[in-house]
C-alpha cells in the first residue's frame, strides 16, 4: 500500500468553509496543528466535529485548502484514513461483540493481518485498563469502560494520528481523570499525534501541548498552552493592608500599578522585583503573594469568545 | 551477569507496530468475510444461529428428501424427484424469509450503533463499504441458492443417479448461473428496503412484503384490470423461478405468470430489478449521516 511519508504539520487548513445548506458550519477555518497533543475547544455547536469529520474526509469541504499528514483527505481519503485512529463522541456500540472481538476487527479493518490484529487488540485493551475484561460483551460495560473500548480501538492499528471526540463525555471525575491521564501517556509515550476535541477548559489544559480554540466555524486563538496562557510582562503582588500606599509608592517610582482588591498588577519587568522588595520593605507590610503575571486557559478562552 | 543467547522477552504489551499491512482494498474482504458470519450467527450466541440454521433446513429439505427418495425407493421414476429447475420455486419461502433475515442483520445494526461511522473513518467509503456488505449479503444468500443444488447434484452423482461426466459441467454452470441471478434479485431487494431504516424488524417485515405483496397486486391488476402481462415482472419470486427453469431448459407445470414472456425481455427485468435495488441503496447511503 502507498505509504505516507512523515510531515512536520499534522494539520493545515486554510480558509476552510463547510456550509449546511444555509448553515454556515466552518467559516474560512484557518490552522497550522503541529505534533503532539492538540486541544481542540469550542463549546457544542462550534464546528469542533465539522472539521474533524473534514479531517477524516468523510464530509467534502466546499472551500478552502486542507492537508492531514501532508495529505489532501478529499482525495487521499482511504490511504490516510488507514493511518488515522478514530473514537467517536457516541456510545454505541455492537453490544453482543466482546472488547477484543470489537477492538480485533477494527485493527483487521485499518488492515493489520489477523495474527496481529488480534496480539494488538489485546495488548491496546491491556493499555487502557481493560485486559481483564477484554472477553466481556461491549453491552454490558459501563460507559467508562465503554470510552476506553473506543481509546483502545483507536490505537490498536498504531496509528500516526488520533482523533478523539469528547473522550470524557459521560465519566465521573475519577474516571476522567484515569481518562485523561490515559491520554496523555498515549500521546507521549507512543509517538502518536493526537487531536482531542472537547468542551472541557481544564481537560485540555492538563493534556495538551497546543490548543485551537474554535467558536463559530472560526480559529480565534491557536497555539501552544504555553503561549497562550503567557500574559503581558509583570509581576502579580499581594499584601495584607494598605495595597493603595504601596500602588502610590510604586507608581512614584514610575511603574504601572493597578489595584484589584487586595492585590496590585503591575507592569514592565526591569527592576519590577527589587522596587516591589523595597517598597514592601519601606511601607512595612506583609507580602502574601508574589507571582509572575499570567492566564489560566479559562482567561485566554473568555477573552477569545469576547 | 550472564544470560542465555536465546534468551527473549515476551509480553511487551502495547507498543509501535512495523509490521506488515494489508492494502486498501483489503478492507472490502474483511468486512464481507465478518458481515458473512455475523449474518448467519457464527461467533455468536445460540439464539443468533436459530433463524439461519432453520431457514437453511428448510431450503435443504426438498434436496434431502429427493436424494434420501432416490436412494432408498425400489423404482425411480424421475417425475418424483425434484428437478434442478424447480427448486427455486419449492423453496420459495425459504428464500423469501432468509431475504429478509440476511440483509437488515448485514445493514441495519451498523447505522443504529454507529459501527457505520467507525468503518467510515477507517480505509473504506461508502461505496467501498457498500460493495463488501453486498458481498456478504450475496455470499450468504448463495448458501441457499446454491448449496442445495450441488448437494443435490454431487449425491446423485455418488449414488450412481447423475449426470454423465460430459454433462456435469454444464449442469454447474446453470446451478452457478441460476444461483447468482436469485441471490442477486433477492440481496437487491432486501438491501433497498434495509437502508431505509435502522430496525431490523421493520427491515425483515418489509422486505417479505415487497416480495409477496406484489404477486397478488400485480396478478389481480392482469387479469381483472386488463394491465399488460409484463407487469408480471414485478413478481419477483416468480422471476427468479420462472428464468431458474429456462437457465435448465425445463418447462414448468401449469399455467405460471411469466411463462409467456420471452427470455430476454425476463433477463433483462430480472437485470434491471437487481440494478434499481442496488442503486436505491447506493443513493440512500450517500445522504445517510455516517458521523455523529
Known amino acids: 500500500m502507498a505509504t505516507l511519508p512523515p510531515h512536520p504539520d499534522v494539520v493545515t487548513a486554510r480558509g476552510v468553509v463547510k456550509r449546511y445548506g444555509r448553515t454556515v458550519a466552518l467559516a474560512g477555518l484557518d490552522v497550522e496543528i503541529g505534533p503532539g497533543i492538540t486541544g481542540l475547544l469550542g463549546s457544542n455547536g462550534a464546528g469542533k466535529t465539522t472539521f474533524l469529520s473534514l479531517m477524516l474526509g468523510l464530509r467534502a469541504r466546499d472551500e478552502g485548502q486542507l492537508a492531514v499528514l501532508g495529505h489532501d483527505p478529499s482525495t487521499a481519503g482511504i490511504e490516510l484514513r488507514s493511518r488515522i485512529g478514530f473514537a467517536p463522541e457516541h456510545h454505541d456500540l455492537p453490544s453482543e461483540l466482546s472488547a477484543s472481538d470489537f477492538v480485533r476487527h477494527l485493527a483487521e479493518m485499518h488492515l493489520l493481518p489477523r495474527r496481529a490484529a488480534v496480539q494488538r487488540a489485546n495488548d491496546a485493551l491491556w493499555l487502557v485498563g481493560l485486559g481483564e475484561e477484554r472477553f466481556r460483551p461491549v453491552g454490558t460495560m459501563s460507559t467508562g469502560q465503554r470510552q476506553r473500548v473506543k481509546l483502545a480501538s483507536a490505537i490498536a492499528h498504531d496509528p500516526s494520528l488520533v482523533l478523539l471526540d469528547e473522550p470524557t463525555d459521560g465519566l465521573d471525575p475519577v474516571q476522567r481523570t484515569e481518562m485523561l491521564d490515559l491520554i496523555r501517556r498515549i500521546g507521549t509515550e507512543f509517538g502518536m499525534d493526537m487531536v482531542v476535541s472537547s468542551h472541557h477548559l481544564e481537560e485540555v489544559e492538563r493534556i495538551c501541548d497546543a490548543v485551537v480554540i474554535v467558536e463559530g466555524g472560526e480559529v480565534v486563538r491557536a497555539g501552544t498552552l504555553a503561549g497562550l496562557r503567557s500574559g503581558p510582562e509583570g509581576l502579580v503582588v499581594e499584601v495584607d493592608e494598605r495595597v493603595g500606599d504601596l500602588a502610590a509608592l510604586l507608581a512614584a517610582k514610575g511603574f504601572d500599578a493597578v489595584v484589584d482588591g487586595t492585590t496590585l498588577v503591575l507592569g514592565g519587568t526591569d527592576g519590577v522585583h527589587d522596587a516591589v522588595r523595597d517598597a514592601v520593605a519601606e511601607l512595612g507590610l506583609g507580602l502574601r503573594r508574589l507571582e509572575p503575571r499570567g492566564r489560566t486557559l479559562e482567561d485566554v478562552y473568555l477573552g477569545a469568545d469576547a | ?292
Do not use: Q
Request: charged fraction near 15%; aromatic fraction near 10%; include cysteine.
Open chain 2, 1 to 292: 551477569m550472564s544470560s542465555a543467547p536465546d534468551a527473549r522477552l515476551f509480553d511487551l504489551g502495547y507498543r509501535s507496530y512495523d509490521g506488515p499491512r494489508h492494502p486498501p482494498a483489503r478492507a472490502i474482504l474483511t468486512l464481507g468475510v465478518f458481515t458473512a458470519r455475523r449474518v448467519l450467527g457464527l461467533g455468536r450466541g445460540a439464539l443468533h444461529k436459530v433463524l439461519p440454521a432453520i431457514t437453511l433446513g428448510i431450503a435443504f429439505l426438498p434436496a434431502l428428501a429427493s436424494v434420501v427418495f432416490a436412494v432408498f425407493a425400489s423404482e425411480i421414476v424421475a417425475d418424483d424427484l425434484i428437478s434442478y429447475g424447480e427448486y427455486t420455486f419449492f423453496i420459495g419461502s425459504a428464500l423469501a424469509l432468509f431475504a429478509s433475515l440476511v440483509a437488515p442483520e448485514a445493514l441495519c445494526p451498523d447505522r443504529r450503533t454507529g459501527l457505520l461511522g467507525l468503518y467510515l473513518a477507517g480505509p473504506l467509503d461508502r461505496t467501498r463499504y457498500l460493495a463488501a456488505k453486498g458481498a456478504g449479503v450475496v455470499g450468504v444468500m448463495l448458501l441457499i441458492t446454491v448449496a442445495p443444488l450441488l448437494f443435490m447434484l454431487l449425491a446423485f452423482v455418488v449414488a450412481g443417479f447423475g449426470p454423465s461426466a460430459g454433462d456435469t459441467p454444464l449442469l454447474l454452470l446453470r446451478i452457478v448461473g441460476s444461483g447468482v441471478a436469485t441471490a442477486l434479485l433477492y440481496a437487491s431487494l432486501s438491501m433497498a428496503v434495509s437502508s431505509f431504516t435502522t430496525r431490523r424488524a421493520v427491515a425483515a417485515v418489509a422486505t417479505v412484503l415487497l416480495i409477496l405483496v406484489p404477486v397478488s397486486v400485480v396478478r389481480s391488476a392482469i387479469e381483472s384490470a386488463g394491465a399488460p402481462d409484463e407487469l408480471d415482472l414485478l413478481s419477483f419470486p416468480f422471476v427468479a423461478a420462472n428464468l431458474s427453469y429456462r437457465i435448465f431448459g425445463e418447462t414448468p407445470e401449469g399455467d405460471e405468470p411469466i411463462t409467456h414472456l420471452s427470455t430476454g425481455l425476463v433477463t433483462a427485468g430480472l437485470v434491471a430489478v437487481i440494478a434499481v435495488g442496488f442503486l436505491v441503496c447506493w443513493l440512500r447511503y450517500r445522504r445517510i449521516e455516517a458521523f455523529r
